[in-house]
């Protein structure tokens, strides 16, 4: 083997095994992270039944948590979408996918704003249900925001031409926290819209 050869190799090898070594720490960090935070929504969802037992009011609006559920994992999809579209290379494809995930994010931002106006005034903040709402709708409010931030971020890079294949930790990295944001939503809509027995805020409040 030539001695250019042996340098080329070397280096390879040399940054290759870095760059693996840095990705796989990446995704370590970014596990580690959904795994505090999947405990810290745990702790908040199991409040709900110490705060306000198992009594939902019934003025909450079923249709729209349910539409904001639906609208969360179908950008979802939208947002594997775009880390498929990255991996092969497809730019322009990975760049649609991630602007129609931040549309949808807006639209779930929407729907939840329009929710505590409604339920400001059935079940305020200070009553016992309107406690654990707005205090569990509020914190997921804040990661989706951040989701929006992450992904916005991630879409200027990607019209930049910054990913590729075996490039695209932007991407996966933000899809990823995207999945978990949709996720905790999965467990935090039951818990808030379905659990329990549908009751008149005034009398249970």
Request: aromatic share 16%.
């Amino acid at each position: 083997m030539a001695m250019t050869d042996l340098i080329h190799a070397d280096l390879h090898e040399r940054y290759g095994t870095k760059a693996y070594s840095s990705l796989t720490m990446h995704r370590l960090g970014l596990w580690l992270f959904i795994i505090s935070d999947a405990f810290f929504f745990t702790a908040l969802i199991s409040s709900r039944y110490f705060v306000s037992g198992t009594d939902r009011p019934d003025a909450l609006i079923q249709e729209l948590g349910l539409a904001l559920t639906a609208v969360l994992l179908l950008s979802s999809l939208s947002a594997y979408r775009s880390e498929v579209a990255a991996s092969h290379g497809d730019t322009e494809g990975a760049k649609r996918w991630i602007m129609i995930t931040i549309i949808a994010g807006f639209v779930f931002l929407g729907g939840v704003v329009f929710e505590w106006y409604e339920a400001f005034h059935d079940f305020p903040p200070g009553s016992g249900f309107g406690t654990t709402f707005f205090t569990l709708t509020g914190i997921h409010t804040t990661h989706v925001i951040s989701g929006i931030i992450l992904l916005a971020f991630v879409y200027r890079r990607a019209a930049k031409g910054e990913y590729g294949p075996g490039h695209y930790w932007g991407v996966e990295g933000a899809a990823k926290y995207w999945h978990f944001v949709d996720l905790a939503w999965v467990f935090i809509y039951p818990t808030l819209y379905l659990v329990g027995e549908s009751v008149e805020m005034g009398a249970h409040g």
